[in-house]
């Protein structure tokens, strides 16, 4: 095994057994045609079918390059990446999942702008293919969203599949939060970034992980890590709410003692009171959410468990 290859490339794998193989035997192709030293690091977060025996038989094929990483359950995408980055040895660093439908090919643009001197290389989709309507149209509002809502410029329409010079992973690995969102840590870390345009293809086999509940999951984690606008809408929405308050009551004492009509309506006080109450929940909440994310990072706990290891 060459404990300083080139060029790692890290791999999450969850669910996979059916397209592991092939992967690898793209992946491996490009390798090959980059002519360049490098490793291959899967990382098993935590499959419930046989990906890591798919895995097993990859790594026994291919042990000078291929490394498995084996976590103790499902800790999520993002985590099972940062495993992957914290374990890869390579001068530069390359993550993309194992489905697909990120070409392997476009490595060898991302090699081409790291050597010419870009820190940070990724993979702009310009097509989504076999996805529907929906899944492309929530995909466009969330990137948008994320980047005007954050405090760091977040790349639009790109996804985990980059490449990262090694000043940049280390600077990745010394970060301990637990709710991560990577592409908003790399964008934090403010290197030279360069865009390399593709189209991402359907899947091979199987059915997206990433399903409604996730997504929305993992959009809250990548808005309240880099923006406290939430917050701040909910301070202007009771600022706004008590300022209308304030008027309603001016008006309330001025018909009461200048005029001979009172406010009436039991139906528009529980309108009123219902409204006001959501809101201040609504507040809490959204107070509650970082209140609860900052005591996981006080916890320390570790960020994931290893199972096992074949190197």
Same mark, same amino acid.
């Given at each position: 095994m060459n404990n300083n290859p080139a060029i790692s490339?890290?791999?999450?794998?969850?669910?996979?057994?059916a397209g592991i193989e092939a992967f690898y035997r793209e992946l491996k192709r490009v390798c090959l045609m980059a002519n360049m030293d490098h490793e291959i690091v899967f990382?098993?977060?935590?499959?419930?079918?046989?990906?890591?025996?798919?895995l097993s038989r990859i790594r026994q094929a291919d042990p000078q390059c291929v490394r498995v990483i084996r976590l103790a359950r499902n800790f999520g995408h993002q985590l099972a990446i940062t495993a992957g980055i914290r374990a890869a040895r390579g001068r530069a660093v390359v993550v993309m999942d194992s489905d697909l439908q990120d070409p392997p090919l476009v490595i060898l643009d991302f090699i081409r702008r790291w050597r010419d001197g870009n820190e940070v290389v990724y993979g702009r989709r310009t097509q989504?293919?076999?996805?529907?309507?929906?899944?492309?149209?929530?995909?466009?509002?969330f990137y948008r969203m994320i980047r005007a809502a954050a405090k760091v410029d977040i790349a639009v329409d790109s996804g985990d599949f980059y490449l990262l010079d090694r000043k940049v992973v280390d600077i990745i690995n010394a970060m301990e939060e637990r709710h991560r969102f990577l592409r908003g840590l790399i964008a934090w870390t403010g290197f030279r970034r360069y865009p390399v345009e593709y189209v991402r293809e359907a899947r091979l086999t199987g059915k997206t992980k990433f399903g409604l509940w996730k997504?929305?999951? *993992? %959009?809250?984690?990548? +808005?309240?890590?880099?923006? *406290? %606008?939430?917050?701040? +809408?909910?301070s202007i929405a009771g600022a706004v709410i008590s300022f209308i308050a304030f008027l309603g009551i001016l008006a309330t004492i001025y018909m009461k003692l200048f005029t001979h009509y009172t406010v009436q309506g039991w139906a528009s006080l529980m309108i009123a009171i219902l409204f006001i109450g959501g809101i201040q929940l609504l507040a809490?909440?959204?107070?509650?959410?970082y209140v609860a994310r900052i005591g996981d990072d006080v916890k320390r706990r570790p960020l994931y468990t290893v199972l096992e290891v074949l190197e």
């Open positions: 490339i890290v791999s999450p794998v969850f669910n996979e057994e990382v098993d977060d935590g499959s419930r079918d046989h990906s890591f025996l798919a989504r293919k076999g996805e529907s309507w929906f899944k492309q149209w929530t995909a466009h509002v997504m929305g999951n *993992f %959009a809250l984690d990548a +808005v309240i890590s880099f923006s *406290f %606008a939430p917050l701040r +809408v909910a809490i909440g959204l107070i509650g959410e």
